[in-house]
């Protein structure tokens, strides 16, 4: 009995010292490993055709999100680049890829396509997006005789996950594979994020190869309870980079990209 009440104190200090390290500990030692040889289920194969994967259209035709610095809706941007994403990933045998179209304003539309996609039992979510900066970075000039506002400062994609989703890792391990497939491709990610500039918008940053971005707040992300991954494919207020997200070229890439990551991914559902 006396040994058990000696060992008492230094179990309960195990326990205290297992439950402080913290998540930034655990991720950094997760994150050593090599994404493609980390966590893998050796034993599961990849069925294709039982894969579920939501591709869910950012914003909806009221509330479009983002303008481009040509005048144009990141909405259609994003349901433009969402079908061309599904079109390859059904071309690869992945039939159960759908397309979430939301409608309605903002907010609602946010916890509609959350209970959407956890009604679905999706194994893994997609929204895409594509970038902005915020208003006190915009500058004007005019385009086709309208007034428009750019920012050329940034460019590039990233990927964000929220720690509040319940499939955090699996969240993180796709949005890692995910920014390896778009490094492949030659693609840059963006980086401000990780800047103060960035004020209220800036994140950590989780992954400062691919560009994996922790956004905890997102509603998509975090009231998901599938692996969630918001893609901000490009930048739209760039004026270079609008033109590259509108080419087939560019959407060709990022689709493979998807689909290489999605296959990656896949075998450990
Ligand atoms: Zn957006």
Known sequence: MLGVWRNRPIIMTSIIVLSLVSFD????????????????????????????????VGHTAEAPGARSARNLREFDFNLRLAKHIEDKLKAEGFAQTSLLVTEGPKRPSLFKRAKTINDSKADLALSIHHDSVPDSFLEEWEFEGTKSHFSDRFSGYSLFVSQDNPKFWASLRFARLLGNRMKEQGLQYARQYALPVMGRYRRKLLDKKVGVYRYDQLIVLSRTRVPAVLFEAGSIINRDEELAMASTERQ?????????????????R
């Open 25 to 56: 500990t655990r991720y950094a030692a997760w994150s050593r490993g090599n994404v493609r040889t980390a966590p893998k289920t050796v034993h599961s194969k990849c069925d294709r055709s039982k894969f579920k994967l939501i591709l869910d």
């Open 252 to 268: 060709d890439m990022i689709g493979a990209a998807v689909v290489d990551a999605v296959k990656e991914f896949c075998p450990s």
